[in-house]
């Protein structure tokens, strides 16, 4: 088991290695909250809706844990390019290991960016209905990093060159990211925008994380964190059996 602690805090150093990374990891994010939010924020008010930056700052922490955490599995690729992967693989240590700890590991550094953009909404004017729900918040956040740190680790271990996984990266991450609710309610919507909806795991973990944030919920806390724990169960073991088959 120590070989699952030595990778996740290998990818840990490795993301606080680069202040570059960390700094560049909120430009996105900060974009969209000053664009979009302080944009919309009339509209959604003349709507009856309320804020746009309250109910758009849970949208964005899901957004930027998903994509840091989808996008930790190129280290898989990375690694294979310079020669690190074949010293990790011909260890004597189960791969089912060396996967977990390389997951939880780009999970860890997504939780850690969601907590910076959690900061960084509440300077733009975000407050959660009370802060002992920043806690179990955090519950959909650990939830969201696992399931596609391990989606990552998935595609990481298929492709073989990194243009290839950016291009598959993008073209998942970012319809999950527009069909996930992050920046427009989820009701009344037309029904083929509905059905996408609702088979988007992010959707879930946005709901989650709106809904302990701010008391705005369009399913229920039970069913956003069992299709989470499902879906990441499912990711873990597929995963796993991509990781195995990666050839050195």
């Not at 956040?141 to 950016?166: E, R």
């Not at 527009?178 to 989820?186: C, E, I, N, T």
Request: proline fraction near 4%.
């Amino acid at each position: 088991m120590n070989v699952i602690y030595i990778l996740w805090l290998r990818e840990l150093k490795r993301f606080l290695r680069s202040p570059v990374q960390v700094l560049g990891s909120l430009a996105q994010p900060a974009f969209f909250l000053l664009a979009l939010g302080f944009g919309f924020n009339p509209v959604f008010e003349k709507a009856g809706q309320g804020s746009y930056m309250q109910f758009m700052a849970p949208g964005m922490i899901g957004m930027t844990v998903l994509i840091s955490s989808a996008f930790s599995g190129v280290a898989v690729l990375w690694d294979r390019q310079f020669g690190s992967l074949k010293e990790t693989l011909v260890a004597p240590v189960p791969r089912l290991y060396i996967m977990i700890g390389r997951t939880f590991g780009g999970a860890t550094v997504g939780v850690l960016q969601g907590v910076l953009i959690l900061l960084l909404c509440m300077v733009t004017g975000f407050r959660p209905q009370h802060f002992s729900a920043v806690v179990s918040g955090f519950g959909f956040v650990a939830m969201i990093a696992i399931c596609f740190a391990a989606l990552g680790m998935i595609i990481g271990s298929t492709l073989k060159d990194m243009q290839s996984f950016n291009v598959v990266a993008n073209f998942m991450v970012m319809p999950m990211v527009f069909l996930s609710g992050a920046f427009y309610p989820l009701d009344n919507l037309p029904l083929i925008l509905s059905v996408l909806t609702r088979i988007n795991p992010l959707s879930y973990g946005v709901d989650g994380l709106r809904g302990t944030l701010i008391g705005h919920w369009h399913f229920n806390y039970f069913l956003d964190m069992t299709l989470l724990s499902c879906v990441g169960a499912v990711f873990l073991i597929a995963g796993a059996y991509s990781f195995s088959k990666i050839e050195i």
